[in-house]
């Protein structure tokens, strides 16, 4: 089976620096997506990590180690819009095909004034 | 206009009774796919199609069934509604790569 792991939720200020951990174990690895989801909306992607090392997009970067089994997601420059659920998702591809996305259940960000 | 949309937006039913959501795509992708969202577990899928005469289950199945009348349109129908059935459900879609998954606004359904 598939174990993804992240912390439920974090705070920070406006204007700061916010690194989201998640951790994974599966089997058959292919690809560890970002999205973010605002409270009833539908989740948004974000990024998409296949091989180690950063991928960066503006303000938000995305890390990945393969042999460790651990991503992060890095968010510069802390908006009060980016306040939001941010779910990491592996991507796995097991024996008998077909790619398939399993959610962790998500780390709740709120940034303050 | 949205490129994946969800109907209804919001429903409330009684234990027992059959419903259908719908879901539609106009970004002309294969894939298709139902979640289901409840606080504190995540998104779950329930079932996933990756063509119009390919219909597979996801981690949660039971209770639910799909069709996918073509290849812009997924059901999703719950036979007999029970209460641990009320959740979010999202549809979703992806082009064959599977690379982004793009989601629809969601059905907040709550069965009493």
């Known amino acids: 089976g598939q174990n993804i792991d992240q912390p439920t939720e974090m705070t920070a200020t406006e204007g700061a620096i916010v690194q989201i951990n998640c951790t994974y174990q599966?089997?058959?690895?292919?690809?560890l997506f970002w999205y973010q989801q605002h409270a009833g909306e539908a989740p948004t992607f974000l990024s998409y990590?296949?091989?180690?090392g950063l991928e960066e997009k503006g303000r938000f970067s995305s890390f990945l180690s393969r042999s460790k089994g651990y991503s992060y997601l890095l968010l510069k420059e802390l908006q009060m819009k980016d306040s939001a659920s941010y779910l990491c998702?592996?991507?796995?591809?097991?024996?008998?095909?077909?790619?398939?996305?399993?959610f962790g259940t998500g780390t709740q960000l709120k940034v303050e004034l | 206009d949205a490129d994946v949309t969800q109907t209804p937006r919001n429903r409330i039913t009684k234990t027992g009774k059959r419903i259908m959501l719908e879901c539609s795509q106009t970004?002309?992708?294969?894939?298709m796919y139902w979640y289901r969202q409840d606080p504190g577990l995540g998104l779950r899928l329930i079932y996933y199609?990756?063509?119009?005469?390919?219909?597979n289950k996801g981690e949660i199945s039971d209770g639910y069934s799909v069709s996918r009348q073509a290849q812009a349109k997924f059901s999703l129908s719950l036979e007999s509604a029970i209460p641990n059935q009320t959740a979010l459900y999202f549809c979703?879609?992806?082009?064959?790569?599977?690379?982004?998954?793009?989601f629809g606004p969601g059905t907040r359904l709550t069965v009493t």
């Open positions: 979703a879609t992806s082009d064959a790569s599977g690379y982004e998954q793009y």
């Open positions: 599966t089997s058959g690895f292919n690809g």
């Open positions: 199609s990756f063509d119009v005469k390919d219909i």
């Open positions: 998702a592996v991507r796995s591809n097991p024996t008998g095909g077909g790619n398939k996305l399993t």
């Open positions: 990590n296949v091989l180690d």
């Open positions: 970004k002309g992708h294969d894939r």
